[in-house]
């Protein structure tokens, strides 16, 4: 290992623990504790999914100089939740999911599947990278990227042609500065009618785009 892999190692471990620290503690901390069970139990359990999909895939699909290596599959399963955290705020960006709100603060079951299955889909493009030999970690880093942003683009067709289907019946999405969209910043820096929502537990109108609340509002 050289010293530029050694920084890497370091960066990806301080994100991996500042992912998974915000990541519980949201979990925990969401209010009231016995609301929304199954959805916490679900984003409780998502992290050990994703790491089983990177160990199973450095351990039997990797390159011959990490499967063989412990150091070199904790440098990897680091890297890998380090993807995760960035995968999350590209999630949130660009397809307006935020686990944070949707899923712990509106106890959305539909946001809850959709974002299982980009969180999923995250850590498969990450454990693919991995497949087969290489020169080295900026290669997993090149070929993963390539694939996000292919996965990105084709979301945002399929958004586009949701659109479309419904006439525009969804608002734009919002964009947020991407510490905010993970969900790891307070929220009132964030989006307020969300907050609203969230931290009042005022009914789900709060969530709803202004001309839908109000027809709503008048049932």
């Known amino acids: 290992m050289d010293g530029f892999e050694f920084i890497v190692f370091l960066v990806s471990g301080f994100a991996t623990a500042h992912f998974l620290w915000k990541w ?6 969401s209010w009231p504790p016995e609301r929304g069970q199954f959805k916490k139990s679900v984003l409780g359990f998502l992290p ?4 089983g999909i990177f160990v199973f895939t450095l351990l039997r699909l990797a ?3 990490v499967v063989n290596d412990p150091f070199f599959i904790l440098f990897y399963v680091a890297l890998g939740f380090a993807w995760l955290y960035l995968g999350v705020v590209v999630m949130s960006a660009f397809f307006d999911l935020f686990w944070r709100d949707d899923v712990l ?4 079951r539909a946001a809850l599947f959709a974002f299982t299955g980009g969180f999923l889909g995250l850590a498969v493009i990450y454990a693919g990278s991995n497949v087969g030999d290489g020169p080295g970690w900026w290669c997993v880093v090149f070929t993963g990227g390539l694939a996000l942003v292919v996965w990105v683009v084709l979301g945002l ?3 586009g042609k949701y659109q479309q289907t419904t006439g525009g019946l969804r608002q734009p999405l919002e964009r947020f500065p991407a ?3 993970v969900g790891f910043l307070p929220h009132e820096s964030r989006n307020p009618q969300r907050h609203r929502a969230h931290g009042k537990n005022a ?3 709060g969530a709803y785009p202004a001309s839908l609340r109000d027809a709503r509002a008048g049932d």
């Open 203 to 205: 009914g789900r109108l």
């Open 48 to 51: 050990f999914v994703a790491l």
């Open 179 to 181: 510490g905010h969209a």
């Open 24 to 29: 519980y503690g949201a979990i925990f901390a």
């Open 63 to 65: 390159a011959s100089d």
């Open 105 to 108: 603060g509106l106890n959305n």
């Open 157 to 159: 067709a399929e958004d």
